[in-house]
Every structure is written in C-alpha cells, then in structure tokens.
Antibody, heavy 119, light 106 residues
Framework: EVQLVQSGAEVKKPGESLKISCKGS????????IGWVRQMPGKGLEWMGI????????RYSPSFQGQVTISADKSMSAAYLQWSSLKASDTAMYYC????????????WGQGTLVTVSS | DIQMTQSPSTLSASVGDRVTITCRAS??????LAWYQQKPGKAPKLLIY???SLESGVPSRFSGSGSGTEFTLTISSLQPDDFATYYC????????FGQGTKLEIK
C-alpha cells in the first residue's frame, strides 16, 4: 500500500527556521513526483511546487519561489519543505502529494502537517 | 497562469438531491482536470481525473464531464457522507486549484 506520512505539527516563532518531511513507502520512492500544497486556515488549496526525487528536479509556483525550499533525500525516501525565516502568514496546513507523472493527477496525499507561527 | 473558477462557492442541498458543481478555466485545458473531495481536518481525496474518469473505489453517483474550459461534477443522489468541500484542479499547464465549493446540508 502506498503511503505518504508527514512529520508532526509544529509551533514556531516568527524568524525561526523549519523543515517538515514527507516519507514515502509501499512504492519506488524515486518513481513518483512529490508536490507540496498549502491550505491556510479556512481557505482553499494552493500548489507550491514539486520535486522528482530521482534527480531532484525541482519547480516552484511563482508565488512560492524564494519563499520556501523543496528538497528530497532518496536514501531516506523523504521529501522536505523548508523555511529559513518563518512569518505569521506561513501558518497553514501543508500537504505533500504523490504524482506518478509530471503533469498528471495527484495519486496520493499525505495526512498534512499543521504549521503554526506565532510570537 | 491558468485560473480556475468554481461555482457556486456554497451549495445547500438535501440527501437524495442531484447536485452539479461547475468549474471554468481561463483558457483551454483539454480534459486535464481533476476533482477532489475534502472533509474538515482531512487531506483531499481524488474523485475524478481526466475530466470524466472515475477513480477506483469512488461511488458511481459521482460523475464528471466537460472539456476545454467548462467542466462539471455531478452527484446523482446525495448521501450523508457527501457533505464536504469540492475542488477542481487543472494539470494542463502547471497546477491550479479552483477556490472550492462547500456542499452543506439544507
């Protein structure tokens, strides 16, 4: 069974750094693209970016370029979403998503990681 | 950027009703459209892909249609488990979600 399991909820202060993870199992991790989706409180879904763990080919939505870093570690079967300096506006639920094909539908979702940024 | 606009934003309906949600793209996306269902506190769930293909395990009361710029999701007979928020997503050129349609109990 394919599973994407995300790291647990985080509470951080503005200006702090953070790296959350998405660990894949039940399939060849390097064969799926991993995307990240933001959902701010009470709002809709926003596509942030995507990575191909096999070669770390990474692409970002314009509004997230430079704001976050997406990376992957094949040896850990994990993808990551990272902030160097959090803002209160980064408070949101973040989902990872698995795609069999670039430019294809989302086949699998992680359970989500809630990030709260508050002083 | 391709913009996706869903209507209505909120829909009130009763168990047994037939409901339709519309999604419009700002330019042609052929049939590269998916529909997702999301319940509070849960990850979205894929219902329909390639505009009209039913994902395995999804009840047949869900159906999708359309191509180009206009698409619909239809639930033929609402069940209590269907009250949720629905999102369309284009994957023709990058990825964009609609703003969502909340389906409420009347």
């Amino acid at each position: 069974e394919v599973q994407l399991v995300q790291s647990g909820a985080e509470v951080k202060k503005p200006g702090e750094s953070l790296k959350i993870s998405c660990k894949g199992s039940g399939y060849g991790f390097t064969t799926y693209w991993i995307g990240w989706v933001r959902q701010m409180p009470g709002k809709g879904l926003e596509w942030m970016g995507i990575i191909y763990p096999r070669d770390s080919d990474t692409r970002y939505s314009p509004s997230f370029q430079g704001q976050v870093t997406i990376s992957a570690d094949k040896s850990m079967s994990a993808a990551y979403l990272q902030w160097s300096s959090l803002k209160a506006s980064d408070t949101a639920m973040y989902y990872c998503a698995g795609l069999a094909n670039y430019g294809g539908k989302i086949d699998y979702w992680g359970q989500g990681t809630l990030v709260t940024v508050s002083s | 950027d391709i913009q996706m606009t869903q209507s209505p934003s909120t829909l009130s309906a009763s168990v047994g009703d037939r409901v339709t949600i519309t999604c419009r793209a700002s330019q042609s996306i052929s049939n590269w459209l998916a529909w997702y269902q999301q319940k509070p506190g849960k990850a979205p769930k894929l219902l329909i892909y390639k505009a009209s293909s039913l994902e395995s395990g999804v009840p047949s009361r869900f159906s999708g249609s359309g191509s180009g710029t206009e698409f619909t999701l239809t639930i033929s007979s609402l069940q209590p488990d269907d009250f949720a928020t629905y999102y369309c997503q284009q994957y023709h050129n990058w990825y964009t979600f609609g703003q969502g349609t909340k389906l409420e109990i009347k």
